[in-house]
Every structure is written in C-alpha cells, then in structure tokens.
T-cell receptor
Framework: DAKTTQPTSMDCAEGRAANLPCNHS???????VYWYRQIHSQGPQYIIH???NNETNEMASLIITEDRKSSTLILPHATLRDTAVYYC?????????FGDGTTLTVKP | NAGVTQTPKFQVLKTGQSMTLQCAQD?????MSWYRQDPGMGLRLIHY???????DQGEVPNGYNVSRSTTEDFPLRLLSAAPSQTSVYFC?????????????FGPGTRLTVT
C-alpha cells in the first residue's frame, strides 16, 4: 500500500496562500490522491482529490507532479477557520491509509 | 439524509468486556470503513468493506470483528476490551468503485477501557 509523508506542522498568515506538500513516491497508476482535514476531534472532512491532473474546487487547489510522486494542496486565502490537521491519503479499492497529517495553524 | 451515524457517542468499558459499536449510512454507499484515532495521531484503518457480505482487514484488525449483512450497517465488535483499545473510533462510507471515493465520516465514538 502506498504511504504518504507530510510535514508535521506549518504556519500561515491569515489571507495568504497555504501550500501543504505531500510525498507519495510509491503511488501506483490507479490510486487517487485525496485530501481531508480534521478540525478538533470531529470526523475528517473531504477537501479535494485527483488522479494525475491538477484540480480546483471552491475550497482548494490540488497540484500533482507529472510523475505523481508528490502533490501540493493550496488554500488560496487562508482564514483562521482553516486551522486544522490536513491529511493526504492514497486511496484504492475501498482502502486508504492516513498518515499523521500536517497541523496547519493560521495566524492573524 | 442523516449521512453516517454512529452510536454510542461515548462508552466506558472494563477490561475483558465486549461490545459492539454501531455504524449506519443512508446514502446507499457500497464502501464502508472503520478507523481508530489515538491521541495526537492520525487515523488507522481497522477493517473495511466493499459491499454487503464482503469485509477485509486494514492496518490494525487484531481484537476487532466486523460483518456487513446489509448495505446500510457496518458494526464493529470488540471481542475482549483492553486498555490499548482506548481511542476514538470513526466510521466512514463512500460510493464505491468507479464512482466517487469521497469518504463521509461519522461523528465518532469515544471509547475508554479501564
């Protein structure tokens, strides 16, 4: 199963873009990259996913490198409410592996 | 739609007791999963199911059993509770292969084993 590696923590100034990196060097061709976030002790919340093309939705953008070995989640204008733990996971056939995620702290 | 529901929200067990954590979804999702989250750590997959009658083990299956007799329900059974099973348990569901794999998570069950 593909594993992901993320920095333990990051800070970002309110209103600035937050760029969260993820390494998934062992990903295989049919595995998707998914991003979730968890605020306090709530259940994780879906943000965005992709296979090989860059994706954008109302919450974020996802940039996947051409070799698919890494990706970056971009929150274009971070707010204090974006403070959370962000998880990058690789998903295939009902099975996903969460790492320990990146704790993003957005500061005023 | 209620989404993914979990009961109970909180539970305290004594070592050696058994219990079942309930999970139900009303979105007709094929895939369902159970995760546990220990303090300060990420989620670890316990068991998952890709459809009624089909289950498989995740990363940390020991001490837990599951069954999937209907599409809606995916209960998790603790056979003989141990303090190491103190954790927050999350159930999740997603549509299934070839469709969206976005997982919807329940609110969690906070379990303490003394």
């Amino acid at each position: 199963d593909a594993k992901t590696t993320q920095p333990t923590s990051m800070d970002c100034a309110e209103g600035r873009a937050a760029n969260l990196p993820c390494n998934h060097s062992t990903i295989s061709g049919n595995e998707y990259v998914y991003w979730y976030r968890q605020i306090h002790s709530q259940g994780p919340q879906y943000i965005i996913h992709g296979l090989k093309n860059n994706e954008t939705n109302e919450m974020a953008s996802l940039i996947i490198t051409e070799d698919r070995k890494s990706s970056t989640l971009i929150l274009p204008h971070a707010t204090l409410r974006d403070t959370a733990v962000y998880y990058c996971i690789v998903y295939s056939l009902g099975k996903s592996t969460f790492g320990d995620g990146t704790t993003l702290t957005v500061k005023p | 739609n209620a989404g993914v529901t979990q009961t109970p929200k909180f539970q305290v067990l004594k070592t050696g007791q058994s219990m079942t954590l309930q999970c139900a979804q009303d979105m007709n999702h094929e895939y369902m999963s159970w995760y546990r989250q220990d303090p300060g750590m990420g989620l670890r997959l316990i068991h998952y199911s890709v459809g009624a009658g089909i289950t498989d083990q995740g990363e940390v299956p020991n001490g837990y059993n599951v069954s999937r007799s209907t599409t809606e329900d995916f209960p998790l059974r603790l056979l003989s509770a141990a303090p190491s099973q103190t954790s927050v348990y999350f159930c999740a569901s997603s549509q299934g292969q070839g469709l969206s794999y976005e997982q919807y998570f329940g609110p969690g069950t906070r379990l303490t084993v003394t």
